[in-house]
């Protein structure tokens, strides 16, 4: 069954305290992985899509890898702003579900 | 998030009760979704159409219906709402590529089931 984790389920860091998200899946034929940014009362906000094992992109403080098993969404000197909920999420091949995890909980403090 | 429509954005039922979620997008996606977001649970798939004339399960499709009017519109029915089915709902629109299907959502529709 394809499956997405997030850990840790929440996070607290100073300001410009660097820090990682992670995202593990098992999915049969990744197609893609997704990250999402969401504000509280507010629908997913589309960050990151990454297709291929070692790929990466970046956008202002965040930056998000992939492996053959899991994801990394790098904070780097994050600012209160940055305080949301990130997201993943997984298509597989066949199929045009996209799956999402429950999700990481972050909250920069001043 | 512009570009998907969501009506209502909040909704109160009694139990037993029918409604429709409407969903429009105006970005020309072929495959839209929907969603509900409950807390601890994260994000789970209702239902999604890949294309206009089809439509498929998702996760937890028990309890409810869907229906892609044309391209545009993805309609989600509540045939008699039920506490259980209080939840936050998103309705999403993608574009299938070869490489995937990056997804957009709407604002969300607040239902609440008493």
């Known amino acids: 069954e394809d499956q997405v984790t997030q850990s840790p389920e929440a996070l607290r860091l100073q300001e410009g305290e660097s820090s990682s998200l992670n995202c593990s899946y098992t999915v049969s034929g990744l197609r893609g992985l997704f990250w999402y940014r969401q504000d509280p009362g507010k629908g997913p906000e589309f960050l990151f899509t990454?297709?291929?094992a070692g790929e990466e992109k970046e956008k202002e403080r965040l930056k998000a890898t992939l492996t053959k098993k899991e994801s990394f969404l790098h904070i780097t000197a994050p600012k209160p702003e940055d305080s949301a909920t990130y997201l993943c999420a997984v298509q597989a091949p066949s199929y045009d579900k996209v799956i999402f995890g429950p999700g990481t909980s972050l909250s920069v403090i001043p | 998030n512009a570009g998907v429509t969501q009506t209502p954005k909040f909704q109160v039922l009694k139990t037993g009760q029918s409604m429709t979620l409407q969903c429009a997008q105006d970005?020309?996606?072929?495959?839209m979704y929907w969603y509900r977001q409950d807390p601890g649970m994260g994000l789970r798939l209702i239902y999604y159409s890949a294309s206009e004339g089809t439509t498929d399960k998702g996760e937890v499709p028990n309890g409810y219906n869907v229906s892609r009017l044309n391209k545009r519109e993805f309609s989600l029915r509540l045939e008699s709402a039920a506490p259980s089915q209080t939840s936050v709902y998103f309705c999403?629109?993608?574009?299938?590529?070869?490489?995937?299907?990056?997804?957009?959502f709407g604002e969300g529709s607040w239902l609440t089931v008493v």
């Open positions: 970005m020309n996606h072929n495959s």
């Open positions: 990454l297709y291929s």
């Open positions: 999403a629109g993608g574009e299938r590529t070869a490489s995937g299907n990056t997804i957009y």
